[in-house]
């Protein structure tokens, strides 16, 4: 895998197919591989399909200090920088959305079009930061307990229900990367509603109405401060339900980017 070198360290990423970039961003607890690896084949048959491990995640290093949006931006832009060749189409999920949406506004020059799927904007509410902050005192008092809540609290019933009690318990025994202590940290942090009207590229913003990591609500507020941008709501979608039932997100974001202008 290759790592092109920042300003105060490395970024690890994956680049598969060939054609125009299509860098995917992921959120907490991902990485390029966990958060990708199932769509990776959906896209590569016409893009060169870009994605970066951000701090925390991979082989990606910086100066250890505390995680911005600004510097996981600037290790976006890199890797799309090295992989692609020119402007690329930016897909960015969670966490990951935020930063997406970062790296278009202070770089509209790299970014041709924009989608958010299941994005936060703004944390500095009374439920986002208790439920960040719970997050945070879980994953430091038991990470097995920390896995279990977020299980729930990320899957709708229907997918939890099918997965069965067998695979329910495999499910638990996934890898976490090893910075997802301060991936955290920094999602509870994320306000990034002043770059919102900077974005120029054409945006979709894709809600999923059964979220309670990243409620709906956080996708209207995109959508609300990002001109001209479409929204779109899938109803009952968990957060999570995407990296087991992607195609509905799949199919308007290959339309979306495929088409021209915004989508509106």
């Known amino acids: 895998m290759p790592v092109v070198p920042t300003t105060d360290g490395s970024v690890h990423y994956e680049a598969d197919g060939h054609g125009p970039g299509l860098v995917l961003v992921h959120g907490v607890g991902g990485d390029a591989d966990k958060a990708f690896g199932h769509v990776v084949h959906r896209f590569g048959d016409d893009r060169t399909v870009v994605r970066p ?3 925390g995640s991979g ?16 290790q976006v832009a890199a890797a799309a920088r090295a992989a692609a060749d020119g402007p690329v189409d930016l897909f ?19 970014v041709r079009r924009l989608v958010l799927v299941g994005a936060i904007a703004d944390m500095s509410g009374p439920r986002a930061r208790f439920n960040f902050e719970l997050w945070r ?3 430091a008092a038991d990470f097995g307990l920390f896995k ?8 709708s019933p229907e997918v939890v229900d099918g997965f069965g009690h067998d695979g329910l318990a495999r499910s638990l025994e996934d890898e976490w ?4 202590a301060r991936q955290i940290d920094l999602a509870a942090r994320i306000d990034i509603r002043g770059l919102l009207p900077r974005i120029q590229a054409p945006t979709l913003v894709i809600g999923l109405g059964g979220d309670q990591m990243a409620p709906v609500g956080q996708s209207r507020l995109l959508h609300a401060g990002i001109a001209g941008s479409r929204l779109v ?3 009952g979608d968990g957060h999570m339900d995407w990296f087991v039932r992607p195609d ?11 088409g021209g202008g915004n989508g509106c």
């Open 92 to 110: 960015g999920f969670s966490m990951g959305g935020a930063v997406a949406a970062a790296t278009a506004a202070t770089r509209p020059e790299l």
């Open 137 to 139: 005192d879980l994953a």
């Open 53 to 55: 491990n951000l701090s």
């Open 177 to 180: 990367p090893p910075g997802v």
């Open 233 to 235: 709501e899938l109803d």
């Open 148 to 155: 279990r809540f977020a299980t729930l609290q990320g899957f």
């Open 59 to 74: 082989r990606t290093t910086d100066g250890g200090g505390e995680l911005t949006v600004d510097l996981l931006a600037g």
């Open 248 to 258: 509905d997100i799949v199919k308007l974001t290959r339309e979306f980017l495929g």
